[in-house]
């Protein structure tokens, strides 16, 4: 499940797509070219056009999911993500490629290209893209439309960050494995450098977001089942993990509403969506 703003998301079952623009208090159904449970969700757009993926196929539909064509973008196996600022403004990556859409996926431009792969986090303006370089293992600052980086910070060899959350620009709260960092950290400098704090083991990231400055939750996958974890402090403590039950028809769609509030999809003979708190 994918919400590209606050009011718009979109998630994707058996041959069909469900998506909403009043943030989620009404979804609509729509079918999809081929009767696969393949699709895989992008974005969707504030007039409801949306990108999504199906194997090596990247598709867009313009008319609020009734067609679909493809696009002709790279595809990796690492994260394919868009990025929107601004109404039909966004970025969409692909691994060593960014492009650039301005009309709400219709056409895209490329705006970026590098031998490294890429991973986008975060961004507030095409004037401030933080990006996670998994080949050199650092985090970066992109200015100007991809023209220029800062250098955030280099993590050490063997890393792998499994997700990062910006809770303002100046607080990064990070999930990382294999240095010392390991499971959580928090930098208070805009990512420069971080500090390890109360320890969850964390095993798979389904959900990990910020609702303000300083409330988040993360849910995860740990040594022996699924817990949800909340922040009141940005960061440096946790609450007690708490076994997230529901997860038992879990279909790996899943958005969290607030600190205390999760929108998931239940697996069955009829998809549905349903609230936890």
């Given at each position: 499940?994918?919400?590209?703003?606050?009011?718009?998301?979109?998630?994707?079952?058996?041959?069909k797509?469900?998506?909403?623009?009043?943030s989620g208090?009404?979804?609509t159904?729509?079918?999809m070219?081929?009767?696969?449970?393949?699709?895989?969700?992008?974005?969707?757009f504030?007039?409801?056009?949306?990108?999504a993926?199906?194997?090596?196929?990247?598709?867009?539909?313009?008319d609020?999911?009734a067609?679909?064509?493809?696009?002709?973008?790279p595809?990796?196996?690492?994260?394919?993500?868009?990025?929107?600022?601004?109404?039909?403004n966004?970025?969409?990556?692909s691994?060593?490629?960014?492009?650039?859409?301005?009309?709400?996926?219709v056409?895209?431009?490329?705006?970026?290209t590098?031998t490294d792969?890429?991973?986008?986090?975060?961004?507030t303006?095409?004037?401030?893209?933080?990006?996670?370089?998994?080949?050199?293992?650092?985090?970066?600052?992109?200015?100007?439309y991809?023209?220029?980086?800062?250098?955030?910070?280099?993590?050490?060899?063997?890393?792998?960050?499994?997700?990062?959350s910006?809770?303002?620009?100046?607080?990064?709260?990070?999930?990382?494995?294999?240095?010392s960092?390991?499971?959580?950290?928090?930098s208070?400098?805009?990512?420069?450098?971080?500090?390890?704090?109360e320890?969850?083991?964390?095993?798979?990231?389904?959900?990990?977001?910020?609702?303000?400055?300083?409330?988040?939750?993360?849910?995860?996958?740990?040594?022996?089942?699924?817990?949800?974890?909340?922040t009141?402090?940005?960061?440096?403590?946790?609450?007690?993990?708490?076994p997230?039950?529901?997860?038992?028809?879990f279909?790996g769609?899943?958005?969290p509403?607030s600190r205390?509030?999760?929108?998931?999809?239940?697996?069955?003979?009829?998809?549905?969506?349903?609230?936890?708190?």
């Amino acid at each position: 499940m994918v919400f590209s703003s606050p009011l718009e998301g979109i998630y994707f079952s058996q041959g069909k797509v469900h998506f909403t623009l009043d943030s989620g208090n009404t979804w609509t159904e729509k079918n999809m070219p081929t009767n696969s449970s393949g699709y895989v969700a992008i974005a969707i757009f504030p007039n409801g056009n949306m990108t999504a993926r199906n194997g090596v196929n990247l598709l867009t539909s313009t008319d609020t999911g009734a067609t679909w064509s493809s696009q002709i973008l790279p595809r990796s196996n690492i994260d394919d993500i868009a990025l929107l600022w601004g109404n039909g403004n966004a970025f969409y990556s692909s691994g060593n490629v960014v492009y650039q859409t301005t009309n709400s996926g219709v056409t895209w431009s490329q705006v970026h290209t590098s031998t490294d792969v890429l991973r986008i986090f975060h961004m507030t303006s095409p004037d401030s893209v933080y990006v996670y370089n998994l080949t050199t293992l650092q985090l970066r600052l992109y200015r100007n439309y991809f023209s220029s980086h800062e250098l955030l910070h280099q993590f050490s060899a063997g890393t792998r960050i499994d997700d990062l959350s910006f809770a303002s620009r100046s607080k990064v709260i990070a999930v990382t494995y294999g240095d010392s960092l390991d499971h959580l950290s928090v930098s208070n400098d805009g990512g420069h450098t971080f500090t390890p704090v109360e320890p969850n083991y964390v095993d798979w990231i389904y959900s990990f977001k910020f609702f303000n400055s300083l409330e988040g939750q993360i849910i995860y996958r740990g040594s022996v089942g699924h817990y949800l974890v909340s922040t009141s402090d940005c960061g440096l403590t946790w609450s007690e993990k708490v076994p997230f039950e529901p997860f038992n028809g879990f279909s790996g769609s899943i958005y969290p509403e607030s600190r205390n509030s999760v929108l998931f999809v239940v697996q069955g003979g009829e998809e549905s969506i349903e609230i936890y708190s």
